[in-house]
């Protein structure tokens, strides 16, 4: 319905509950089946679109591990449809993979093994974990596959332990409660072990794809964005938050924006706040300011971290 309606000329009142009944049909969808789209990077990719996603992902979390590379044992967080990064991890040297996610993403079976038979192609080291010729996610040694509630990011670490790095790719945005998240990862590493993880805070196109303010939906109230929260949407938890849990928590922790707020470039893996350019941090400055008076009090917090809408950050135990 949205789709033929011109949501620009909307007032906001009107687009937030044309959205707010849409995300809730889409979230009562996703609960009652345990499946969603949202992970479904892949769905509609070629095999080479595929394969150069992942040499990018794995790129750019290896760029700004300290070692610039992963060993031992390894936990990703919210793989989605492909067990493509998972496959790249073990073939540059890890032992063992798990893959943790709480819903199952939508996916094309054969389009998935495609995809694995070219990762084997290019990394022929992987054939000698083969266990048949079916190359789905149950075909690999050493890469092991979790669904339902019990492979949240909140849950998976009670009884999951012992990792050398936990990672994720725009996920933690996603997940019901990120400190209890940190919190388990943090116990599950490790001495000398990695937290890895890219954060998207944007709302991914809710209202700026409406042509809205970026921060629009920091000015809604707990209760008023609930719907868009139910089954995986953005949960709204600001860098600030992060900060103050990996305080918490003791760990030695750099932080790397991506993007900044109002402007979609994308900064080079390892990039300090500082290191941006001053007329890009001013502008990210202003765009802020505009939003600022409306925001929930909770978002105000630090004014820098809310110039950032993307980030990684690398936490040390």
């Not at 979390?61 to 060993?71: D, T, W, Y």
């Not at 044992?73 to 540059?92: K, M, W």
């Not at 995986?232 to 750099?254: C, F, K, Q």
Request: aromatic residues 10%; charged residues 25%; neutral net charge.
């Amino acid at each position: 319905m949205l789709n033929f309606i011109n949501r620009k000329a909307l007032p906001f009142p009107v687009l937030y509950g044309l959205k707010a009944v849409n995300r809730t049909m889409r979230a009562a969808f996703t609960i009652a089946s345990n499946r969603t789209h949202s992970g479904s990077a892949y769905l509609h990719s070629r095999v080479d679109e595929a394969i150069a996603r992942t040499e990018e992902i794995y790129a750019h979390l290896a760029q700004v591990h300290p070692e610039r590379r992963f060993s031992g044992r390894v936990a990703e967080i919210g793989p989605g449809d492909s067990i493509a990064l998972g496959l790249e991890l073990l073939a540059n040297g890890c032992e063992q993979v798990d893959l943790a996610d709480r819903f199952y993403s939508s996916r094309e079976d054969a389009l998935q093994v495609a995809i694995n038979k070219a990762m084997i192609e290019k990394h022929p080291q992987l054939r000698a974990r083969l266990t048949d010729d079916t190359y789905t996610e149950d075909s690999f040694v050493g890469l092991t596959r979790y669904y339902g509630k019990s492979a949240s990011s909140e849950f998976f670490f009670d009884s999951h332990r012992g990792y050398d790095t936990i990672l994720s790719n725009a996920v933690l945005e996603h997940v019901h409660d990120v400190a209890r998240s940190l919190r388990g990862m943090a116990m599950a590493l490790h001495t000398g072990g990695y937290l890895i993880h890219q954060v998207d805070l944007r709302d991914h196109e809710m209202f700026t794809g409406s042509g809205r303010h970026p921060l629009s939906f920091l000015t809604l109230s707990d209760p008023m964005y609930g719907p868009f929260r139910w089954g995986g949407g953005p949960n709204r938890v600001p860098l600030s938050e992060y900060r103050r849990t990996l305080d918490e928590l003791g760990m030695y922790y750099e932080i790397f924006p991506t993007i900044l707020v109002g402007n979609d470039e994308i900064y080079p893996s390892g990039t300090r706040f500082h290191d941006i350019p001053a007329d890009k941090r001013s502008a990210a400055a202003k765009c802020v300011r505009e939003a600022l008076p409306k925001l929930r009090p909770r978002f105000k917090q630090d004014f820098d971290d809310l110039c950032v809408s993307s980030f990684t950050f690398v936490a040390r135990k």
